[in-house]
């Protein structure tokens, strides 16, 4: 077997799995396309050339008004795509072997790593521990859509909500206009401003995920006022929330929160995905406004890790000792 690193769109190989939007070739040249990122693409090969398995690190160029002011981290949604058979080693030793290689190709060049979104609560957990990542208790939430339809596990309050929202005139639809999109991005930025977990790409990002078939976008609008956003990718026979943004103050009597939310899962039902899965519902505190409401849809909470590296060796040790598990 033999293991790779790739950072430009010109030097990947064919033969790269394409059915996991979040490890593909297309998020791979979108993410090289957009200012302040910079895609790693690890590969593992068999003898024949053959890529057995991948994992996409996406890098981000950030900048803060506290220290250390200007920094670059790097984020991974999943734990890649594979290409198995039976002689080959398992899922969890060719992540293992491409983490690694992750990691040592970045080196000191980014303040930290963060992987998350894994299917498996335990998946990997002797890999991550042996590179040196710390695990963070985290909450992720999906809704079933196969077994019965949305609207039957939403409350009588919130359907009452949804109802007299869509009589006073509010809908929602996919963004087709340059106008919509600007507002979106306008809307999408402004709701996360103060939110300094929350990476908000620029709009060249936004631009290239309008020209996929893996991705829709969507505008909440009331009197041609954009009062909600939402962006879902469509993966493997799934469907994940990814960025969402609300006039949920200035417009509350329209419940525009609940209306773009409804929104994402019902089309994504009337689409026959398996699931609606909800990349990031904040972070893991007791109590926590958005997770709860991302709840009132229906949706079955889950226990998972979320899995951190920093590169500063002495905050890795004791934070991987305050976060022992």
């Known amino acids: 077997m033999n293991t790779h690193i790739y950072t430009s769109g010109d030097e990947l190989p064919k033969g790269l799995l394409e059915d996991n939007f979040f490890h593909s070739p297309i998020l791979f040249k979108l993410c090289q396309d957009t200012p302040r990122h910079k895609p790693y693409m690890a590969t593992v090969e068999d003898e024949d ?28 949604y999943g734990e890649g795509a594979y ?25 000191l060049r980014v303040l930290y790593i963060e992987v998350s979104n894994l299917s498996q609560k335990m998946f990997a957990y002797r890999e991550f521990r042996q590179t040196g990542f710390f695990p963070v208790r985290w909450m992720s939430i999906h809704n079933s ?19 007299h929202a869509y009589q006073r005139g509010i809908v929602t639809e996919e963004l087709s206009t340059e106008e919509d999109f600007k507002a979106f991005l306008k809307l999408l930025r402004h709701h996360n401003w103060l939110k300094p977990k929350r990476y908000i790409p620029q709009d060249d990002f936004f631009r290239g995920l309008m020209n996929t078939d ?53 089309d994504a039902w009337q689409r026959q995905y398996q699931h609606m899965f909800f990349l990031d519902v904040g972070l893991p505190f007791r109590k926590n406004p958005f997770r709860e409401f991302i709840l009132r849809f229906g949706g079955k909470p889950v226990s998972t890790y979320r899995w951190f590296y920093c590169n500063i060796g002495w905050i890795n040790r004791l934070l991987s000792w305050l976060y022992r598990a």
């Open 145 to 163: 859509l196969h077994s019965k339809e949305p609207s039957q596990r939403l409350s009588t309050k919130l359907k009452e909500h949804i109802a």
């Open 214 to 266: 893996n991705v829709r976008l969507f505008v909440t609008k009331y009197k041609h006022h954009v009062v909600g956003c939402s962006s879902v990718v469509y993966s493997q026979g799934q469907a994940y929330l990814w960025y969402s943004a609300f006039r949920r103050k200035s417009f509350r009597w329209l419940h525009p929160d609940e209306l773009t939310i409804w929104h994402a899962i019902h």
């Open 83 to 107: 290409r198995i058979s039976q002689d080959q080693p398992s899922r969890q030793d060719l992540f293992g072997t491409m983490l690694r290689a992750l990691r040592s190709a970045l080196g």
């Open 49 to 76: 050339g053959v890529i057995v398995a991948q994992l996409l690190a996406l890098v981000r160029y950030r900048s803060s008004i506290f220290p250390p002011y200007f920094y670059m981290h790097c984020r991974i």
